[in-house]
Structures are given as C-alpha cells and as structure tokens.
C-alpha cells in the first residue's frame, strides 16, 4: 500500500489508497483551518491496514470511515469521538472480515457524538457493523448490500466474528441519505455470534437505536434513550439475542420493538425458507402514558420468536401481532408456540393484544403468566455511563 507522510506543524496529511467504490482517500489533517494546530485528526475513507487511535489526540469523523477486510479499528476506553453533524454521510463502517476493538468501562465508556455546538438527532449517520452470517434476503451463501454504502453483508459463517464493543455511548445518530435509506444507531448487518457486544447505548437518534439485519450476533445490556424512529428493529432472519435492554421513549417516536420475519422488499429468498427467531430476555419498555397512544411492541411479517420477562408500561397497545395466512405467517406461530411470551408485565397499558392476523388466538395464548415480569435493573448494569 502506498503511504505518503507529511509532518510539519501545522498539518499533518495521511494518504491511503482505496479501493474502487468512490470513497474518496483517507486524509488525516492536524489543522483547524486558522493556521494553527489544536490537536484534531479528521477521519475518514477507506483503510486497509489496522487503525488505532491515540487517546492523546482529539479525532473528527468527517466522512465514511470504512474499514476493509482484515483490518482491525481499536478505540481505547474512555475517548469520545465527534461527527461532522452533516447527515448519512458521515458513519463508522466494519466491513466482512473487519473487526472493532472498542472497550470501554463503566468509568471509561466510548462515546460517538456529534460535533455541533447544539447538537441534534440525525446530526451523523451511526456505526455499521458488517458479518458473514446467515440472512434469508438472498439465496444461500450470497451476500447482499447495506442501506448505507452498499457494502456487502450475509453469508454461512453463523460463528462469523466482526469483533468486540463493551461500553459504547453512541449519541445523535440516524441521518438519512432519503426517504428509505437512514443509518440507525447501531446497524447490525449479518453479524456473527463470535462477535462481542455487551454495554451499548443509543441516544436521541433520528431513526432506529439498533436494527438486526439477519444475524445470529448476541447483545447484551442495551439501553435504548429517546430514539425517533423504532428503539430495537430486526429483520432478514435475525436469530440471536437481546438480554437485559431498557427502552425510554421521548414525545417522538414510534415502537419500542418493530420486528419482521423477512425483509418484505425482498423477500424470504432461502430454500427451505427460514424466519427470523431471536431470543429475547429482560427487556423494559417505557411509553409516554397509555392516553398519548403508541404500540409497545410489533411483531409482524411471519417472525417468530421467544420473549421472556417483558415489562411494558405506558402504550395504548402492548403487543400487535400482524401477518396474514401466506409469506407472513405471524399469527400462525402463535397458535404452534413458535412466537410466545413468558413472564409479562402490562403496566398502564390499555390492549394488551391486538390481534391482526387471521389466526384465532387471545392474550392467554400469547402469554405465560400475565403480571409477573420485572424491569430489568438499569439503575445497576446502566450505572456511570449512560444518559438515562
């Protein structure tokens, strides 16, 4: 790879190749733009080699950050990262076969954020996170493409490894590149279960805090704070885990959990057909009072799924399910079990179910044991580095 290194005092210029997708070099300037230094190192492009960033310097995403196959992006505990606050374009990307290194702690989490001086949600784009595991949107062994980059994700390596993040803050996320395409908080493309995620935290981001794009990744401890759009969203297939989330929505928002079996743009396209089935356990859902509307949670377009120890508080409607007798068999995996609750907690909440398919079912079917859940204890797991 070609490098040319320029050090002086007032800038400090690092070029990298690229490869042929129209992501422009990697240019990492020590400047301001008044003549003088302050420390800042703007990133961005495409990087073929290891990066790891010194917690001694002050770093500014200014465009996509891509890092390709092979290389690892280390993020040491306790630094904080800002975003160019210009919309879609400005993102972290992990390709197939890239990894993150990112662990903070409790009293050193990392923080993605915003540049502006009043910043706001959908200010940058969100961290993307790329594997090599099953999705059911392509034929099997294929890959398909991201929202945002076209970037290449799925495949057969359900134990695919994409890295580590363990207290991670990510703040303002979600800017649209248009009407269909929006980065989320965390996007999670084909990511594997070899891959870590533990501690994370999407806040005030203009679409989804996290979204599952088929997958088999586990993540665990995710606190989910004043999102726009949908605060946990799957779809492709995704069949890992969610354990110990703790969702609190603003006046704007829209689910606490949207779910599809498949992504109906594409549809179901494995032989045999397979849909997404995660596992789900101690997950709270915070509305704004039953009188001010909102649905809990969505489960619709044929996913099954086991849900286990949910507390909702605070919707019209707790659960929707949706599906109809063909492709989006939702209501069916009701009757055989195959999409079940244990443990529910309806608190405020005026319908508890609301039954959208053709399938004839009630709450009783749906749930095991009405009343018995317990929020899980973001006061404890969510303490120090959170905004709550």
């Known amino acids: 790879m070609k490098k040319t ?11 990298f190749s690229c490869t042929t997708d129209g992501t422009s070099d ?3 300037n020590n400047y301001n733009g008044s003549g003088s230094t302050d420390g800042t190192i703007f990133l961005s492009g495409n990087y073929t080699q290891d990066l790891t960033l010194d917690p001694n310097n002050t770093y500014v995403l200014n465009g996509p950050l891509i890092m390709n196959s092979g290389t690892t992006l280390t993020i040491p505990a306790g630094m904080t990262i800002k975003a160019l606050a210009s919309g879609a374009s400005v993102y972290i990307a992990i390709s197939q076969g890239a990894k993150i290194d990112a662990q903070g702690t409790a009293s050193e989490p990392i923080v993605l954020t915003s540049n502006a001086s009043s910043p706001a949600p959908g200010d940058w784009g969100g961290l993307i996170l790329l594997g090599k595991a099953p999705v059911n949107s392509v034929a099997a062994g294929a890959t398909s493409t991201s929202e945002i980059g076209s970037l290449p994700y799925g495949g057969t390596d359900a134990t695919d490894n994409s890295g580590i ?3 991670m803050r990510l703040e303002y ?4 590149a248009d009407g269909s395409s929006e980065n989320n908080g965390f996007s999670f493309y084909g990511v594997g279960n ?4 533990d501690y994370i935290e999407s806040y005030a981001g203009k679409d989804d805090g996290a ?3 088929g997958g088999t990744v586990n993540v665990s401890h995710y606190l989910a704070v004043l999102n726009e759009d949908d605060s946990i969203d799957w779809t492709e297939g995704f069949s890992g885990s969610i354990t110990d989330a703790y969702v609190l929505q603003g006046p704007n928002h ?4 949207e779910a599809d079996g498949y992504n109906s743009d594409y549809g179901n396209n494995i032989d045999p057909k397979f849909w997404a089935n995660p596992t789900l356990t101690n997950i709270t859902i915070i509305g704004n009072g039953s009188s001010t509307g909102g649905e809990a949670v969505r489960l619709r377009v044929g996913t099954k799924g086991t849900l286990k120890n949910i507390y909702l508080k605070g919707f019209d409607k707790g659960f929707g399910i949706h599906g109809d007798a063909g492709d989006n068999p939702t209501g069916a995996w009701v009757v055989d079990g195959s999409l079940h609750a244990t443990d529910v907690t309806f608190d405020d909440i005026i319908t508890k179910l609301d039954n959208q398919t053709p399938e004839t079912f009630t709450v009783t079917d749906f749930v095991t044991n009405d009343g018995t859940a317990t929020m899980t204890d973001v006061a404890t797991w969510g303490a120090g580095w959170t905004r709550m």
């Open 194 to 197: 070899g891959t870590v995620v």
């Open 173 to 176: 996320s979600g800017g649209a």
């Open 165 to 167: 993040i363990k207290y």
């Open 5 to 15: 290194l320029i050090l002086g005092i007032a800038l400090i210029t690092v070029l």
């Open 254 to 257: 829209d689910k606490g959990i």
């Open 211 to 213: 979204e599952f794009f």
């Open 26 to 28: 990697i240019i990492i």
